[in-house]
């Protein structure tokens, strides 16, 4: 059968740009119902179990390979998912519990513009200009949301959500990088599964044995959903993006995230933007749209 073409596959990538965004922008309120009423290390043991698993059916259904290289591709997995999977659950949940959960998603979404520095240092991925335009609309419109929040100093929950971009965008851009000797599917499985061994670590040094008898419905449906379609879900969208686009290109795509978060979060929470958030929500609208547009600048990977 013939091989689809780039302008194929990167219509279809897009397209799953637009399924990743709608589902974690859900996840962030989701994740909020959640930590109100189960503690971070035992809603993220709970929530990556259930991704894991799901990830993991996955792989049995589609038939791939559950075996990686070897010991070096073992090694890159272990560091992936120390910054894809336990940097990025742990800052963004203790940061929820401390800051606005739309400042959080909005903040956490810095990640677009370390991503693309580091690809570029790391990865030699050129900035064109819809790029540069992207950056630039990008840094506009997080600067315009941080501005009111940073005049009587930064809070800790905010730190910790721009720190959640940070690691993010490194694991993405090491994914690019490692080239790891796997079924990209199979990768991302394996690093949920190293993250969920790592968070059960510090729940037992934390937290403890965990109790459950105070958390009501609402919190187990979140949770459950966002184990099963937050990280399961969308991690195999997530790993299937990176490998069809530019870790730039991918990385600039879900800037609709932290949009479709804050009206979400709006709508189930009650927490109303404000005016800067308006226009910021503006520009980052602005900036998908310029990486959305067809590329000009050279051809994506083929998928594996």
């Given at each position: 059968m013939q091989a689809p073409s780039h302008d194929t596959t990167d219509a279809t990538a897009k397209l799953m740009l637009v399924a990743l965004s709608i589902v974690w922008g859900l996840t962030w309120p989701a994740m909020r119902i959640a930590l109100s009423e189960i503690p971070p290390f035992s809603m993220r043991m709970i929530s990556l179990s259930l991704g894991t698993a799901t990830l993991f059916a996955i792989v049995a259904l589609q038939r791939r390979k559950f075996a990686l290289g070897g010991l070096k591709d073992w090694a890159h997995v272990a560091i992936a998912a120390v910054l894809n999977i336990v940097g990025f659950t742990m800052l963004s949940a203790f940061a929820l519990m401390m800051a606005a959960t739309s400042r959080v998603t909005i903040l956490s979404y810095t990640m677009p513009i370390w991503a693309a520095l580091f690809a570029h240092v790391v990865l030699g991925e050129r900035l064109d200009r819809a790029r540069v335009l992207a950056l630039a609309l990008c840094v506009a419109g997080m600067a315009i949301l941080i501005w009111p929040?940073?005049?009587?100093?930064?809070?800790?929950g905010l730190m910790l959500a721009v720190a959640t971009g940070v690691s993010w965008a490194a694991g993405t851009v090491y994914v690019k990088w490692a080239q790891i000797d796997g079924d990209q599917i199979t990768v991302a499985a394996w690093q949920l599964a190293v993250g969920f061994l790592i968070i059960v670590i510090g729940l037992v040094l934390v937290e403890g044995v965990p109790h459950f008898e105070r958390v009501h419905a609402p919190a187990w449906v979140s949770t459950i959903f966002t184990g099963i379609v937050g990280s399961?879900?969308?991690?195999?969208?997530?790993?299937?993006?990176?490998?069809?686009?530019?870790?730039?290109?991918?990385?600039?795509?879900?800037?609709?995230?932290?949009?479709?978060?804050?009206?979400?979060?709006?709508?189930?929470?009650?927490?109303?933007?404000?005016?800067?958030?308006?226009?910021?929500?503006?520009?980052?609208?602005a900036a998908s749209a310029c990486v959305l547009l067809p590329a000009r600048d050279a051809a994506a990977p083929e998928p594996s």
């Open positions: 929040l940073a005049q009587h100093g930064v809070p800790a399961g879900f969308a991690y195999f969208l997530w790993f299937k993006i990176i490998g069809r686009l530019s870790a730039m290109t991918a990385s600039l795509g879900v800037l609709s995230v932290p949009v479709i978060g804050v009206l979400a979060t709006a709508l189930i929470l009650g927490e109303l933007p404000t005016l800067p958030d308006v226009i910021g929500f503006a520009l980052i609208f």
